[in-house]
């Protein structure tokens, strides 16, 4: 592999906007973003000890508090600053206040002379447990390819407003042909790419952009996130756009839900949208309470996420498991006329 670490740029986009915190409720404006903080401790940090001569980013639209602050440059995260022209932009709503910040960090990178050669662009509420040289090693082949997690909706599920059905109206409309099959809808959790694409994939974002505003919102509707966006843009690239399920899970461990299978041990990245308030928290204390996680090698590292994040085939056990799952999914079939 000839990609060199120092010309990686491991990033998160984190807008502050005010709101709930969809995946996790809290009591206050500060709590939350307090959640977020120590997600992204334990996020960099695990990736520093992986890539410890690796650029780090934090994108967002100010600087965090301390003790975060501090601690993020401990880490040597870089907190910078830009334009968020389409979290702005009122003519679209989505429940997940700030998500379409990710396009706005896209088009900031497109349009300046970069010190980095490939972007790794993940949520801060990931945990990296293993090196990527597989995934860079066919990025550096084609500075064309993209890859991105795909959760595996089924085609007319809607999330969060869109389906893939409606995603894949919306390009054959904007593209004038018919598309087929049905695009994947990618969850935004991860993305990673080449530098020397950014360009080519923020004008494909905002030409996207422009028409959804003028024509698509007719027949679409103004429901529109970061994920949909980039889900029809990066159908647009055809064969250069790879799944990334092998190397990102998003692992639900809430109680009445789990994605949780068996194989997550051979995952390089979780993605742990429910531990935000539990597994996280407690990963962060260890963090201060040992002065860091560099001290461990990759063994000791696993274990002791598996012991704060224990992950259980079927969902954790408690009394009346079985009753509240069984209200659950007669609930589901109700709404939405499927489990």
């Known amino acids: 592999m000839n990609i060199s670490d120092k010309s990686l740029l491991f990033a998160t986009a984190f807008y502050h906007a005010e709101g709930r915190s969809p995946n996790a409720w809290t009591f206050s404006e500060r709590s939350k973003l307090d959640?977020?903080?120590?997600?992204?401790?334990?996020?960099?940090?695990?990736?520093?000890r992986l890539y410890p001569d690796a650029k780090m980013a934090l994108f967002s639209n100010r600087e965090l508090p301390e003790p975060f602050n501090s601690q993020l440059k401990s880490l040597e995260v870089?907190?910078?600053?830009?334009?968020?022209?389409?979290?702005?932009?009122?003519?679209?709503?989505?429940?997940f206040p700030g998500c379409l910040f990710t396009l706005d960090v896209i088009e900031h990178l497109a349009y300046q002379q970069n010190d980095f050669s490939h972007l790794i662009l993940l949520d801060s509420d990931c945990i990296v447990r293993d090196r990527l040289d597989g995934l860079l090693d066919k990025l550096e082949s084609n500075e064309e390819t993209v890859y991105a997690y795909e959760p595996g909706y089924p085609t007319n599920m809607v999330a969060n407003g869109q389906s893939r059905a409606s995603l894949t109206l919306a390009?054959?409309?904007?593209?004038?042909?018919?598309?087929?099959?049905p695009v994947p809808l990618?969850?935004?959790?991860?993305y990673a790419l080449s530098a020397k694409s950014l360009e080519k994939l923020?004008?494909?974002?905002?030409?996207?952009w422009e028409w959804m505003k003028a024509e698509g919102i007719q027949i679409f509707g103004d429901n529109?996130?970061?994920e949909h966006v980039m889900s029809v843009v990066l159908a647009q690239s055809g064969n250069n756009v790879h799944g990334a399920s092998a190397l990102v899970k998003r692992i639900w461990t809430a109680a009445v839900f789990s994605t949780v299978n068996g194989i997550e041990s051979g995952i390089p990245i979780w993605h742990l949208p429910s531990e935000k308030k539990k597994g996280f928290v407690k990963l962060y204390q260890h963090w201060l309470d040992y002065k860091g996680f560099a001290g461990l090698n990759n063994d000791d590292f696993k274990r002791l996420v598996d012991n704060h994040?224990?992950?259980?085939?079927?969902?954790?056990?408690?009394?009346?498991?079985?009753a509240l799952l069984r209200l659950r999914n007669a609930g589901k079939v109700l709404v939405t006329g499927r489990l």
């Open 35 to 48: 959640m977020y903080y120590r997600c992204m401790v334990v996020c960099y940090a695990s990736i520093r």
């Open 309 to 322: 994040i224990p992950l259980h085939v079927g969902g954790r056990k408690y009394p009346g498991r079985t």
């Open 224 to 226: 529109l996130t970061e």
């Open 202 to 208: 923020a004008m494909r974002i905002a030409v996207f």
């Open 186 to 190: 990618y969850g935004g959790e991860f």
């Open 78 to 95: 870089r907190t910078m600053f830009c334009a968020s022209g389409y979290v702005d932009d009122t003519a679209f709503k989505n429940g």
């Open 171 to 181: 390009l054959s409309y904007f593209s004038g042909q018919m598309i087929a099959p």
